[in-house]
C-alpha cells in the first residue's frame, strides 16, 4: 500500500487484489485464496477471474470491474499478476 492516496477506487482494487485471503484478520474473507497461486495457471484461470471479481464487487463498491487479466510475471517461476480495468462511474 502507499503511504498516502490510498483512497481512490483504482488504488483500493490494486490493494485489495494484492491481498492473499487470511491475511487481514478482522475480513478474513477479503483478498486472493493462496490455494489458487498453487496450482497451474491455466487450470485455475477462471477461478482466480471469478474470485476477482467478487472481491472487487464485495469490498469495493466504488469500482465495476470491467476486465480482469492475468498477466505473467514470471513463466519459470509460475508468477503471475492479476490486473483489472475498473470504471467507477464517476467519469
Known amino acids: 500500500m502507499l503511504a498516502v492516496g ?3 477506487p483504482q488504488q483500493c482494487v490494486f490493494n485489495l487484489l494484492s491481498i492473499v485471503r487470511g491475511e487481514n484478520p ?3 474473507c477479503k483478498g486472493m485464496s493462496a490455494e489458487l497461486s498453487d496450482q497451474p495457471l491455466t ?3 477462471g477461478e482466480i477471474v471469478t474470485e476477482a471479481i467478487w472481491n472487487v464487487k464485495n469490498y469495493e463498491p466504488r469500482a465495476d470491474a470491467e476486465d480482469i487479466n492475468l498477466v505473467m510475471d514470471d513463466v519459470l517461476k509460475g508468477r503471475y499478476l492479476v490486473g483489472a480495468m475498473v470504471s467507477t462511474g464517476n467519469g
Request: aromatic letters at 12%; glycine letters at 12%; hydrophobic letters at 20%.
Open 6 to 8: 490510498n483512497g481512490t
Open 26 to 28: 478482522y475480513e478474513r
Open 43 to 45: 487450470k485455475v484461470m
